[in-house]
């Protein structure tokens, strides 16, 4: 019943579709068509002057559902935004001679269902931006076009909760976005993944330590508002190139030598590590004069954080006081550098003073000594 059902809205669609599209003819061949907000309600007809485009916005209309081979036409077609487009539908081939498809932005629609099949026929896809859909579930991604690149999937508010996510297959994905999707575990990764940048924000998430060994490449990590209360030892051992850690908005006060010690460790490693300074009483007092850890809360670097955390008061008095003593301290130099300055200004004034006195007075005395012995 239910396909009948999505048969049924799709014919409507499509005919509707027929009935109603426009023709649109390139003003300008070859050059980036941008339809962006234009009130279009159907994917438009085009005609033979576009032939040689390569990128279309068609992004903030309220297209509803995109028909086969809708941009047959245009087989050049390389950048496609059909984001905030109120998608409910798009047929499986309708990128049908699309094959040099690279970048398809999707993302802020009503698809309720991932498009798979749609996806499996662009083979030089490297970038998929699908976030802020309807999914209920994802099957996998097993089929996906192995040369994806760039995979932004969260937020996804409707998706029930997923154990595992399989990433496996993707041995090309370097940019990863799953922020909001209901996710237990770590995904798993290809053997000799080329992932650098992973995004699992706002997910309920639990850790094994080699939940990364296959990640040697990977440079920043998320963790925000992940519900942490406890790091795990030599998560990151293999990760020589990290150099970005978000852990803002996690309980981490619960645990908190563990999760001191954790956090040197991977300090001591160069790895800038994001706190927030409000969800841990202890953490400026007891991490941030020692190992410049980011305060996410403040956005501004460990000494000022403990000038403004008002959990520090002992540390922000001692602060100022240690200002002030250096301050009075340079006040005091100064003055006795001045004061040096002007006594060795004076007496290099006077001698030079006196020595052309003395060589005015010689020439004349001799001249009169000389004069009175031959007299």
């Known amino acids: 019943m239910t396909k009948r059902k999505t048969m049924l809205v799709s014919l409507v669609f499509m005919t509707s579709a027929l009935l109603t599209a426009e023709t649109y003819i390139c003003k300008e061949p070859g050059k980036p068509i941008n339809l962006r907000r234009s009130n279009y309600t ?3 007809l085009w005609n033979n002057s576009c032939h040689s485009v390569k990128i279309i916005d068609l992004s903030g209309n309220s297209i ?16 496609l935004y059909l984001n905030a487009s109120g ?19 999707l993302q802020e629609n009503k698809l309720s269902e991932f498009p798979m099949k749609l996806i499996q026929h662009l083979p030089k896809l490297r970038t998929l931006s699908i976030y802020s859909n309807r999914f209920l579930k994802i ?5 996906l076009n192995a040369q994806l690149e760039m995979l932004s999937l969260g937020p996804q508010q409707t998706m029930h909760s997923l154990d595992t996510l399989d990433f496996r297959h993707l041995s090309s994905l370097k940019v990863l ?46 963790f925000k508002a992940c519900n942490i ?29 563990t999760n001191y010690a954790v956090i040197r460790s991977l300090v001591d490693k160069r790895i800038q590590v994001e706190v927030t300074c409000l969800e841990c009483s202890n953490w400026c007092n007891n991490i941030f004069p020692t190992l410049k850890i980011v305060c996410n809360a403040h956005e501004k670097k460990y000494n000022w954080c403990l000038k403004q955390c008002p959990q520090n008061s002992a540390v922000n008095n001692g602060n100022k006081h240690r200002e002030s003593s250096i301050n009075y301290t340079l006040l005091i130099i100064c003055i006795l550098m001045v004061m040096l300055f002007i ?14 006195k003395l060589e005015i007075l010689r ?4 001249s009169h000594i000389t004069n009175t012995t031959y007299t």
């Open 42 to 44: 159907k994917v438009p």
């Open 64 to 79: 509803g559902y995109i028909g086969e081979a809708s941009f047959r036409l245009i087989q050049n077609l390389t950048i």
């Open 87 to 105: 998608l409910q539908n798009i047929s499986e081939n309708a990128f049908g001679g699309n094959t040099c498809l690279e970048e398809l932005y």
């Open 139 to 143: 099957n996998g991604f097993s089929s």
């Open 177 to 222: 976005n799953l922020t909001k999707m209901n996710i237990v575990n770590v995904p798993h990764f290809h053997p000799s993944s080329f992932i650098e940048h992973i995004d699992l924000s706002s997910n309920d998430l639990e850790f094994n330590a080699n939940d990364f060994e296959n990640c040697e490449r990977l440079k920043s990590i998320s």
């Open 229 to 257: 209360d406890k790091l795990v030892f030599d998560l990151f051992k293999s990760q020589k190139n990290l150099k970005k850690l978000d852990l803002t908005e996690n309980p981490l006060k619960s645990d908190f030598h």
């Open 343 to 356: 006594f060795i200004t004076t007496i290099i004034f006077c001698k030079m003073k006196g020595s052309r």
């Open 363 to 366: 020439p004349e005395g001799s």
